[in-house]
């Protein structure tokens, strides 16, 4: 199983940036797609980024196109996800989730971590 570690949320004022990262210990991560979600209360878990294994192709919701960046480092064992240009409506708790395969948009990854809270003062 993949154990995943979300750090580097916090507090911003609108117009600020963030970097998250996962990391992980388990061997299996290497050759996992990855996929950063973000929860908001009262709304649905929403797909944020995501990126191949091999760091190749990289996916976005619209909604932050342009403004986030995902990457990855597979020696270190760590997937970023570069926020800039953060507006209040990006405020949630982010989570990065695992999977054998491609990228998907939806929640069907088989190991998640335990999120990280993102919060985008205006």
């Known amino acids: 199983q993949v154990q995943l570690v979300e750090s580097g949320g916090g507090l911003v004022q609108a117009g600020g940036s963030l970097r998250l990262s996962c990391a992980s210990s388990g061997r299996t991560f290497r050759t996992s797609a990855v996929g950063w979600f973000r929860h908001d209360p009262g709304k649905e878990r929403e797909f944020v980024a995501g990126?191949?294994?091999?760091?190749?192709?990289?996916y976005f919701a619209d909604s932050v196109k342009g403004r986030f960046t995902i990457s990855r480092d597979n020696a270190k064992n760590t997937v970023y996800l570069q926020m800039n240009s953060l507006k209040p409506e990006d405020t949630a708790v982010y989570y990065c989730?695992?999977?054998?395969?491609?990228?998907?948009?939806?929640?069907?990854?088989?190991?998640w971590g335990q999120g990280t809270q993102v919060t985008v003062s205006s």
């Open positions: 990126i191949s294994w091999r760091g190749s192709s990289t």
């Open positions: 989730a695992a999977r054998s395969g491609i990228v998907v948009t939806t929640t069907e990854y088989e190991n």
